[in-house]
Antibody
Framework: QVTLRESGPALVKPTQTLTLTCTFS??????????VSWIRQPPGKALEWLAR???????YYSTSLKTRLTISKDTSKNQVVLTMTNMDPVDTATYYC??????????????WGQGTLVTVSS | DIVMTQSPLSLPVTPGEPASIFCRSS???????????LDWYLQKPGQSPQLLIY???NRASGVPDRFSGSGSGTDFTLNISRVEAEDVGVYYC???????????FGPGTKVDIK
């Protein structure tokens, strides 16, 4: 079955770079149409899409955050990595990775990780 | 950027009764292929979001048939034919504009039992 799991530091200091890893199973990012996105949710607030990487290594970023984000994949390890530079307390959030398939259009984020809470504080 | 709005933002419901949530996009989500690039998600308390509806009206695998999505262009509706207690949580609509790729969630509608 499909599973995704986020991992990374629970606490980062302001100005530091955050590195998060999404480790998944049950599908391959080498398969045509497969994509993985990162989405975050500040405490008590709405969801915010951050980035997506596709099977063909195309990458897409949130307009407001694209200067701070880098997404990459290691297909052999079934991992997707997100880095976010210059962290600020407003970046405190639960960070999710989620799978989406492109089949005659995006089929929705059908599988999500459990999320990892990242707190930005000195 | 595309702006997504939802109404109401809070919806008290009675089990067994129908419920509707509305979502509006600041620009059309109707793709040239005829699909509306609009999804619906439910985030139950303490859980990750789960996909309910994709491409405007397609129920995701395992989603009960009491959930249905409709609408086209800029105006969309999620209907629950008969609310059950397990349907409480926050419902989000999400648009997926393709060129360039931009994904935006609505502000969420909190559904709870009266």
């Amino acid at each position: 079955q499909v599973t995704l799991r986020e991992s990374g530091p629970a606490l980062v200091k302001p100005t530091q770079t955050l590195t998060l890893t999404c480790t998944f199973s049950g599908f391959s990012l080498g398969t045509t149409g497969m994509c993985v996105s990162w989405i975050r949710q500040p405490p008590g607030k709405a969801l915010e899409w951050l980035a997506r990487i596709d099977w063909d290594d195309d990458k897409y970023y949130s307009t407001s955050l694209k200067t701070r984000l880098t997404i990459s994949k290691d297909t052999s390890k079934n991992q997707v990595v997100l880095t976010m530079t210059n962290m600020d307390p407003v970046d405190t959030a639960t960070y999710y990775c989620a799978r989406i398939r492109l089949v005659s259009g995006p089929q929705g984020f059908d599988y999500w990780g459990q999320g990892t809470l990242v707190t930005v504080s000195s | 950027d595309i702006v997504m709005t939802q109404s109401p933002l809070s919806l008290p419901v009675t089990p067994g009764e129908p419920a509707s949530i509305f979502c509006r996009s600041s620009q059309s989500l109707l793709h040239v292929n005829g699909y509306n690039y609009l999804d619906w998600y439910l985030q139950k308390p303490g859980q990750s979001p789960q996909l309910l509806i994709y491409l405007g009206s397609n129920r995701a695998s395992g989603v009960p048939d009491r959930f249905s999505g409709s609408g086209s262009g800029t105006d969309f509706t999620l209907n629950i034919s008969r609310v059950e207690a397990e349907d409480v949580g926050v419902y989000y609509c999400m648009q997926v504009l393709q060129t360039p790729l931009l994904i935006t969630f609505g502000p969420g509608t909190k559904v709870d039992i009266k």
